[in-house]
Structure formats: C-alpha cells, structure tokens
T-cell receptor, first 110, second 114 residues
Framework: EDQVTQSPEALRLQEGESSSLNCSYT??????LFWYRQDPGKGPEFLFT???AGEEKEKERLKATLTKKESFLHITAPKPEDSATYLC???????????FGTGTSLTVIP | NAGVMQNPRHLVRRRGQEARLRCSPM?????VYWYRQLPEEGLKFMVY????????ESGMPKERFSAEFPKEGPSILRIQQVVRGDSAAYFC????????????FGQGTRLTVV
C-alpha cells in the first residue's frame, strides 16, 4: 500500500534558522509528490509538485527536492509567517487518490 | 481568481440529521476529490468523482455516506443520520486531470454533530 511518513512531527526554529523537513514514501509507480502548506482552520495550499528523482523546485524561502525514497522541504532563513503545518502527499499509478502524511508543524519564533 | 469553493464553512447538526456539503471546483476542473481530516490526523481520502461518475469510492464508509457530481452544479457529499464520530473537517479538492497533476483544495466544511 502507498504510504507517506513525515518527520519531525513538530519543529521550532528561531527566525533565520534554516532547516529541512523530511517526507519518506513508498509508492507503486510514482506519478507525483506534492507539498502543501496548511494554516489552522484553512484548507491545504499547494506549494510544489515533483515528478522524478533529482528534480528540485524553489519558491521564495522554500526549496523542495526529490529522491527515489524521500523528499525534503528546505526552509532558508525562515520568518514567523512561515509558521504552518507542511503536508506531503504522493500519487501512485495504482489508484486515483493522493496519500497524505500527517504533516510537520513548523513554528518560527521571532 | 475563484478557487475551490466549499459551503457551508461551518455546519452543526444534531445526531440523526442529514448533512449536505457542497463543493464547486475551480474553473476548468472536472475532477473532484473529497477528504476528511480529524484533529491530529492526516487527510483521509473518501471519494474521487468526475462529472456524473463516481470513479473511486474506496475510502467512503459503506453506510450513510454518498457523493455525487452532477453535470450541472456543485459536487455534494451527503451524510445521512449523522453521529458524533462524523464530526470532522471535510475538504474538497479539484484538478483538471487525474494523472500527474496537483489538486487544489477548498477551505473546508467543519461539521460538528451535537
């Protein structure tokens, strides 16, 4: 069965302190790996799609990378407004759904 | 720039009543997914629909839950005879194709059963 594990569950950073979030996955025939950001009481907001190992995507302070077994979301010099839960999801070739991890709750302290 | 629209945002139902959750996908999107999120848990897939067709309902409880996506109008998730355990946030997402593309989510409907 397709599966996604995210670590750490929670992460507290000082403003400006760079770090990485991990997403490990098992999937039969990866169609895509997706990163979302979710603020409390809101729906997930799409960030990135990665399709193949070695691919990288960047947006402002965020950079997502992909290997055959995991993906990393690198946060460079984070700001308090980056505080949110970051969700990783995969879609494989055996079904239609997106499998989500339980997320990493990021808190950036001023 | 209309995204995925869900209504109502909050819904309170007494045990035994029916809940109807609506989802209008993004313009040009014909694929709709429904997910349920419980506190401290991840998003759990419920059903995937295209216009007038249920494609995959492997995550839907066998009883009391149904979904539709008519030719005209929004997608509807219907929960009959609600119980306290149905209390959760229900999210709808849409995409323009099913393969190799991201899905965009609405703001969700928070269902509370009292």
């Amino acid at each position: 069965e397709d599966q996604v594990t995210q670590s750490p569950e929670a992460l507290r950073l000082q403003e400006g302190e760079s770090s990485s979030l991990n997403c490990s996955y098992t999937v039969s025939g990866l169609r895509g790996l997706f990163w979302y950001r979710q603020d409390p009481g809101k729906g997930p907001e799409f960030l990135f799609t990665l399709y193949s190992a070695g691919e990288e995507k960047e947006k402002e302070r965020l950079k997502a990378t992909l290997t055959k077994k995991e993906s990393f979301l690198h946060i460079t010099a984070p700001k308090p407004e980056d505080s949110a839960t970051y969700l990783c999801a995969v879609q494989g070739d055996t079904g239609n759904q997106f499998y989500f991890g339980t997320g990493t709750s990021l808190t950036v302290i001023p | 720039n209309a995204g995925v629209m869900q209504n109502p945002r909050h819904l309170v139902r007494r045990r035994g009543q029916e809940a109807r959750l609506r989802c209008s996908p993004m313009k040009g999107h014909s694929h709709v997914y429904w997910y349920r999120q419980l506190p401290e848990e991840g998003l759990k897939f419920m059903v995937y629909l295209q216009k007038e067709n249920i494609i995959d309902e492997s995550g839907m409880p066998k009883e009391r839950f149904s979904a539709e996506f008519p030719k005209e109008g929004p997608s509807i998730l219907r929960i009959q005879q609600v119980v306290r355990g149905d209390s959760a946030a229900y999210f709808c997402a849409s995409s323009w194709t099913v393969k190799n593309t991201e899905a965009f989510f609405g703001q969700g409907t928070r269902l509370t059963v009292v």
